[in-house]
């Protein structure tokens, strides 16, 4: 789900403006020929292209010009160009294009930004100060890296609290070691590169960089969720360098294996579970779950949600919160897939076991734009106003953390890692 945030200078006669725009490229090679130009009728009401354009330009709204619209579908194009996951040898430029086109434009120009995937929220929201972040992409490595690869963000504080926070604690383990970044998506990638100056390596730039800085012992930990799509792709991207190195061993996902089936659960599971309960337990302001229970306050953890195998893991996470004894915990995912993690079914759940308050909370490393959009957005099908249209709860609230931020959850992690490497084999 893209959140498109139009402000009120927009009206809804704008489609308007959009015909006129097409109307003056028509007739912008007769500009000198007034005769021939009042000559063609519109196809609308047998108006002159002039009667026409000067209706349209009766609706725009005052100030808003053709030259407006055509500068924010200029900044919209530069930014759906960037909006890819393959880098090329023209992202740098098209990154720094696009910021410049931004920035060349009045605030009323901001506002008309809209493409396929631009919006005026792209370079025009604080999501923090990305100063605080290290992008990890320092050469001077040695001989032994830990590449920490996530699938990234643009929400600035989220990626400070959930990923470095990850990443400060794999370094602070093992100070022998020296701890580098990867992001599995370009999309992000790019987005912080254009609007912050942040530049993030890709898996294949980290592994590059690796190799060009002589490291023989490469160890890599994944901050995914689960064995998924992500995942996969990250193994292909090792596996086709493995033998430049001496050795290199790739650390287990946060949930560990996948087992299965939805009764498969294990002791990754169980912690994630206890680690996230406490944290929202504690965040809503409870003594314990069960403090929470006689309050009839349910705790609903979102996932992603995905249609690859390892989207048992999700139901699996129910198991774990169950057979912990955790009733009023309940598990669902922004893609609804497994079908019982879907919004209506979970509200369904919620409602049938007669609790009457719910706290949203992400059930993802990084509180990012699932978090701050689909579980909390103001668009009418983001969970907590989905909840709330139900009419069936007293109040529901979200809380905008990460897993990566819980200590309990970086701890996990370091164990992964200091795991992997005392394992035999390359």
């Not at 026409?52 to 530069?78: H, I, M, V, W, Y």
């Not at 294949?204 to 012992?217: C, I, M, S």
């Amino acid at each position: 789900m893209k959140k498109k945030f139009m402000v009120t200078l927009l009206i809804s006669t704008m489609i308007c403006s959009l015909a006129l725009t097409g109307c003056s490229k028509e007739t912008s090679g007769t500009a000198g020929n007034a005769e021939q130009e009042e000559s063609r009728k519109s196809s609308e009401g047998g108006k002159t292209d002039s009667e026409q354009k000067e209706g349209n330009k009766e609706n725009l709204k005052a100030g808003e010009t053709d030259s407006d619209k055509a500068a924010a579908d200029e900044a919209a194009a530069l930014i759906d160009a960037i909006y890819v996951q393959k880098r090329t040898e023209n992202t740098d430029a098209q990154c720094t294009a696009a910021k410049e086109k931004w920035d060349s434009l009045t605030d009323e120009q901001k506002a008309l930004v809209e493409g396929e995937y631009a919006d005026p929220d792209y370079f025009g929201r604080d999501t923090g100060d990305a100063s605080k972040d290290d992008p990890r992409n320092q050469d001077e490595i040695g001989e032994n890296e830990i590449l920490a690869v996530s699938f990234g963000t643009s929400f600035n504080d989220s990626r400070v609290a959930d990923i470095k926070g990850i990443e400060d604690a794999l370094q602070e383990a093992n100070p022998d070691w020296s701890v580098r970044r990867a992001f599995t998506s370009q999309i992000i990638i790019n987005h912080v590169q254009a609007r912050d100056g942040e530049v993030i390596d890709n898996v294949e730039q980290a592994l590059e960089r690796a190799l060009a800085n002589g490291v023989k012992n490469l160890v890599v930990q994944p901050t995914h969720l689960m064995h998924g799509a992500e995942y996969d792709e990250l193994m292909e991207a090792v596996e086709s360098c493995r033998d430049k190195f001496e050795t290199v061993k790739v650390a287990e996902p946060l949930l560990g294996e996948i087992g299965q089936d939805a009764s498969a659960i294990n002791a990754d599971k169980e912690a994630v579970a206890k680690a996230l309960t406490e944290a929202a337990v504690q965040d809503a302001g409870y003594d314990n779950l069960d403090g929470a229970k006689a309050d009839g306050a349910a705790f609903v953890f979102l996932g992603h949600g995905t249609s690859h195998t390892a989207k048992v893991s999700y139901s699996q996470m129910q198991s774990q919160v169950e057979a912990l004894g955790y009733e009023n915990v309940f598990i669902g995912t922004v893609e609804g897939e497994p079908e019982e993690t879907a919004c209506e079914a979970v509200i369904d759940a919620v409602k049938q076991a007669g609790y009457k308050k719910v706290i949203l909370r992400p059930l993802m490393v990084v509180a990012g734009d699932h978090a701050n959009n689909d579980m909390a957005g103001e668009d009418e099908d983001s969970w907590i106003n989905m909840f709330k249209a139900s009419g069936s709860f007293d109040s529901v609230d979200a809380q905008i953390t990460g897993l990566g931020s819980i200590e309990n959850i970086q701890k996990l992690y370091v164990e992964h890692t200091a795991s992997v490497m005392k394992s035999e084999g390359n």
